[in-house]
C-alpha cells in the first residue's frame, strides 16, 4: 500500500512563474490536507479539501494560491506568480476520515519549492 | 501568544539518558494531541497520539497529557544518537485533522 505521494519532489521556479504542486493520498483515503513549512518553523496548516469541496481554506493566503481535489487524480496546490517568500516546503498529508479522535493525518515526502 | 508553544533548543542529552520534550497550548477546547519526529530535509512521521489525560506509553516513549494545565510531554527513554532530530508537539482542536503545530525542539543525543 503506497503512502501519500507527492510530486515533484523539488521544484525550482522564477519569480512570476507558476507553481504546481501534486498529491496522491494514501489509497482509501478521501480527506487531503496541505501544510507549508518556511525554513525553521513548524508546518503552518493552509486547506483542507474532500473530493470536489474545499472544507477550510483558513490557511491559505488570500492572493495566488489555490487548491483543488478533483473526484478523479491527485489534489494540487498551485501558487500563481510565485515570489521569493513562497519558498518552503509543501506537505500534504492524508487520512481516512475525519471525525474520530484517534485517527491520524499521514504525510508525503514534501515538495520543496525554490523560487529564483 | 503563539496558538502551541515548544522550547526550540537544542536540547541535548547523552546517550541512554532521558530526553523530556514539553509543549503548551492555549486552546482550551484541544482534542487529540499528536508528536512527530522530522529529521532535517525530510516529511515529519508521527510518533505517537494522546487524547486522555494521564500517560501513554509506547516502548522507549512515553506521552503524557494534562488537559487543566494544557500541557504535553513526550519523554525519550534509553535515548539513542538516532533519536536526534526535531520533535514536533501538533494539536487538533476542530473535528477533522487540521493540526496546529509547534515550532519544534531540536534534540541532540551525543555518545
Known amino acids: 500500500n503506497a503512502g501519500v505521494m507527492q510530486n515533484p519532489r523539488h521544484l525550482v521556479r522564477r519569480r512570476g512563474q507558476e507553481a504546481r504542486l501534486r498529491c496522491s493520498p494514501m489509497?482509501?483515503?478521501?480527506?487531503v490536507y496541505w501544510y507549508r513549512q518556511l525554513p525553521e518553523e513548524g508546518l503552518k496548516f493552509m486547506v483542507y479539501?474532500?473530493?470536489?469541496?474545499?472544507?477550510?481554506e483558513s490557511g491559505m493566503p488570500k492572493e495566488r494560491f489555490s487548491a483543488e481535489f478533483p473526484k478523479e487524480g491527485p489534489s494540487i496546490l498551485r501558487i500563481q506568480q510565485v515570489v521569493r517568500g513562497d519558498s518552503a516546503a509543501y506537505f500534504c498529508?492524508?487520512?481516512?476520515?475525519?471525525?474520530?479522535?484517534?485517527?491520524?493525518?499521514?504525510f508525503g515526502q514534501g515538495t520543496r519549492l525554490t523560487v529564483v | 501568544q503563539k496558538e502551541v508553544e515548544q522550547n526550540s533548543g537544542p536540547l541535548s542529552v547523552p546517550e541512554g539518558a532521558i530526553a523530556s520534550l514539553n509543549c503548551t497550548y492555549s486552546?482550551?477546547?484541544?482534542?487529540?494531541f499528536f508528536w512527530y519526529r522530522q529529521y532535517s530535509g525530510k516529511s515529519p512521521e508521527l510518533i505517537m497520539f494522546?487524547?486522555?489525560?494521564g500517560d501513554k506509553e509506547d516502548g522507549r516513549f512515553t506521552a503524557q497529557l494534562n488537559k487543566a494545565s494544557q500541557y504535553v510531554s513526550l519523554l525519550i527513554r534509553d535515548s539513542q544518537p538516532s533519536d536526534s532530530a526535531t520533535y514536533l508537539c501538533?494539536?487538533?482542536?476542530?473535528?477533522?485533522?487540521?493540526?496546529?503545530f509547534g515550532a519544534g525542539t531540536r534534540l541532540a543525543v551525543h555518545p
Open positions: 479539501l474532500q473530493k470536489e469541496n474545499i472544507i477550510d
Open positions: 486552546d482550551r477546547g484541544s482534542q487529540s
Open positions: 498529508a492524508s487520512s481516512p476520515d475525519s471525525g474520530l479522535m484517534n485517527t491520524e493525518a499521514f
Open positions: 489509497k482509501g483515503h478521501s480527506h
Open positions: 501538533a494539536v487538533r482542536t476542530g473535528g477533522y485533522n487540521k493540526l496546529i
Open positions: 494522546i487524547y486522555s489525560n
